[in-house]
């Protein structure tokens, strides 16, 4: 991912951990290099705000961050169908079954 100065100083060590992480995964997600594509600065953008907002399950990032990229790719006229990430309906039911 690429950023300025200014956003480094926003996020700790193990935040850019983290978001690089996703943003490697979302990019495999979406069959494209996570260094030289196009939108590669735009998808790390949204990584960064999902991040912001509270998400910080890497596979969930990347998820949310590739499905976030298809929608801008249909407004292109380029239809894909969305990638899956883990619900909170999900992990509250399991939750509830472990004991």
């Known amino acids: 991912m690429a950023f300025t100065d200014r956003d480094r100083r926003i ?3 193990t935040d850019w951990e983290i978001m690089q992480r996703a943003h490697n995964r ?3 997600l979406l069959d494209r290099c996570p260094k030289t594509h196009e939108r590669c600065n735009d998808l ?3 990584i960064m705000a ?3 907002s509270g998400v910080r399950d890497e596979d969930e990032l990347a998820a949310m961050a590739a499905n976030r990229e298809l ?3 249909a407004g292109l006229g380029h239809f894909q169908k969305p990638f899956p990430f883990k619900s909170v309906g999900a992990s509250m039911h399991e939750s509830l079954t472990e004991h």
Do not use: G, M
């Open 44 to 46: 790390a953008r949204v």
């Open 11 to 13: 996020f700790a060590t």
């Open 26 to 28: 979302a990019s495999q």
């Open 50 to 52: 999902i991040y912001e």
């Open 71 to 73: 929608n801008f790719l």
